[in-house]
């Protein structure tokens, strides 16, 4: 069984550039995760997609993210402007359903912030 | 608010040791605890999921233990290994959000 994927692996780029992150989850899985890992915390969720709607973005700073799930299977995850704090690990990923199912997670994106 | 701790937040040990990390955790109503292991530049990695009726889970030579009345768990790495190096995560899913939320790690080293 394919495992949760995460492109681009790394990213450089200047404050206030924009950038796109993408995940495809393993197949099958309903539910979709975007976290952040600031370096030397524990990952932080961001976003969490049931199929193609959103259940819970309490801590996605929506002033310059924005993520979608389209088709409820591939996702991706924006951030415009990017600023210096942004800079960190975003890992995607995904469980078979909503609630205590166990959650599988891609390699992850670093994200660095000039 | 549930939050999760993680002691040490390092730990150096000679190879051979045997060795226990401990995670804590500020509200019982939990769901499911779940160990990961992260290593330098990758993703997650699932060692063992303790369902909250649960008391452990042992996988090889790791087991888990769940104490949520106490808001504790441990886990337990016998005749640790150089390639057991690596950062461990507790996490909890919180009864309330059905989200993970995760300690802030422990950054084990096992020296040859």
């Known amino acids: 069984e394919a495992g949760v994927a995460q492109s681009p692996r790394y990213k450089i780029i200047e404050k206030r550039q924009s950038v796109a992150f993408w995940c495809n989850p393993i197949?099958?899985?309903?539910?979709l995760y975007w976290y952040q890992q600031i370096l030397g915390q524990g990952p932080k969720l961001l976003i969490q997609?049931?199929?193609?709607?959103?259940?819970?973005d309490s801590q996605l700073p929506k002033d310059r993210f924005s993520a979608e799930r389209l088709k409820g299977v591939d996702s991706t995850l924006k951030i415009q402007p990017a600023k210096l704090e942004d800079s960190a690990v975003y890992l995607c990923a995904s469980s078979l359903e909503i609630g205590p199912y166990e959650q599988y997670f891609g390699p992850g994106t670093r994200l660095t912030v000039t | 608010k549930q939050e999760v701790t993680q002691i040490p937040a390092a730990l150096s040990v000679p190879e051979g040791e045997n060795l226990v990390l401990n995670c804590s955790f500020t509200d019982s109503a939990i769901y499911n605890l779940q160990w990961f292991r992260q290593d330098p530049g990758k993703g997650l990695t699932s060692l063992l999921l303790i369902q909250s009726s649960q008391r452990e889970q042992t996988s090889g030579r790791l087991n888990a233990s769940l104490d949520k009345s106490s808001g504790r768990s441990t886990l337990y790495i016998a005749a640790s290994q150089p390639g057991d190096s690596a950062t461990y995560l507790c996490a909890v899913i919180h009864g309330a959000t059905n989200k993970l939320i995760f300690g802030t790690g422990t950054l084990l080293a096992v020296q040859p």
């Open positions: 997609f049931q199929n193609n709607g959103v259940v819970d």
């Open positions: 197949s099958g899985h309903a539910t």
